[in-house]
């Protein structure tokens, strides 16, 4: 077995630190390690992800253009599975630690980190609105539990309830660590509500996040987002936010072979694109379409001024959504 290591710079966030900011936004050492395995090639299998990840994590917001560029560019050549790995299980003295450390300003500070992040990944957050929200947050465990729950129904419920929970918190500023929210989110995706709180209720869902941490100790992965990617004899382990083009880098050094689709550079590919539920933000369709963001912005104004889009600011940043075309009068 070869390892290398590369050292990029600081972006992870993991459970052991203490400060409420750290817990959230911190950055910390990348470590990027392809092994080289002396199994069989399987070549012919699918391009495995897994993701271990927290709702709460903003660092995990920012790779959203990642997974939208795996979905929608790699399709079915690439297998994502989602693990909930639990960054905080009891908030409450962490809490109470730095209010005493900020002189009881605590929540200045931590606006102030999630603004600093943003900035960095460049999804738009709406940090005062999270930040008011968590009056009442006492630890990361609960949305994880109900994410397992959506991810017990199958058919991709997993990724479509995360990212309409993340969604919640980082767009819309909602409590998505009480249940009346997670259920609500459930409802808004189309997942089976009674089975989604059947599943909160008998445990079951909890038994499945215990599972998912099970595997996270044992692979001794202490911060998220953290990335297994894996095809034939070649893997790479990937700890720590980086943007989608560093990414696909690593991908490609996995799987040099590996190919996508191309999406149309263009007004139409852009409104293909936001056909899809849920909302956008320029950073995704950057990521999409492989161009800058600056590129993207460009062509979504265009659109934006033909009436065919509408954006959003949140935070430093901007939302976009398909404007419903209007049915024809009879």
């Not at 936004?25 to 070549?43: E, F, H, K, V, Y």
């Not at 808004?188 to 996270?216: M, Q, W």
């Not at 100790?217 to 987002?225: D, N, V």
Request: charged share 30%; hydrophobic share 40%; net charge negative.
């Amino acid at each position: 077995m070869h390892d290398w290591e590369v050292s990029e710079n600081d972006n992870a966030e993991t459970t052991k630190r203490i400060p409420v900011f750290l817990i959230f936004a911190l950055p910390t050492r990348i470590i990027l390690t392809i092994l080289c395995r002396s199994r069989a090639s399987a070549m012919s299998d699918p391009l495995r992800v897994v993701w271990y990840t927290d709702p709460h994590n903003i660092w995990c917001w920012g790779c959203e253009p990642t997974i939208r560029r795996l979905e929608i560019v790699y399709g079915r050549g690439v297998e994502l599975e989602i693990r909930q790995g639990g960054l905080f299980e009891d908030f409450r003295p962490v809490r109470e630690h730095w209010a005493r450390m900020s002189g009881g300003r605590w929540s200045e500070s931590v606006l102030a980190f999630f603004d600093a992040v943003a900035n960095q990944h460049r999804m738009p957050m709406d940090s005062a609105g999270m930040v008011d929200s968590s009056d009442d947050f006492n630890s990361t465990w609960p949305a994880c539990i109900a994410a397992k729950a959506a991810a017990l129904q199958g058919n991709g419920a997993d990724g479509r309830y995360l990212r309409a929970l993340r969604e919640a918190w980082c767009l819309d500023g909602r409590a998505i660590h009480r249940v009346d929210v997670q259920t609500e989110v459930a409802r808004e995706v189309g997942l089976d509500v009674n089975r989604f709180t059947a599943s909160l209720e008998d445990e079951s869902a909890l038994d499945a996040f215990r599972r998912d941490r099970e595997e996270a100790e044992r692979l001794e992965i202490q911060g998220f987002p953290t990335f297994l990617i894996e095809r034939g004899n070649a893997s790479a382990r990937l700890n720590g936010w980086q943007p989608w083009e560093v990414f696909e880098d690593v991908l490609r050094q996995v799987d040099p072979t590996l190919e996508g689709a191309t999406i149309e550079r263009s007004k139409e590919g852009v409104l293909s694109l936001l056909e899809r539920p849920s909302r956008w933000a320029t950073r995704e369709i950057a990521a999409v379409l492989g161009v800058t963001d600056d590129d993207a912005e460009l062509l979504l104004e265009e659109l934006e001024g033909t009436g065919r889009l509408r954006s959003r600011p949140v935070g430093n940043g901007l939302v976009w959504e398909r404007v419903p075309l209007l049915a024809a009068t009879p």
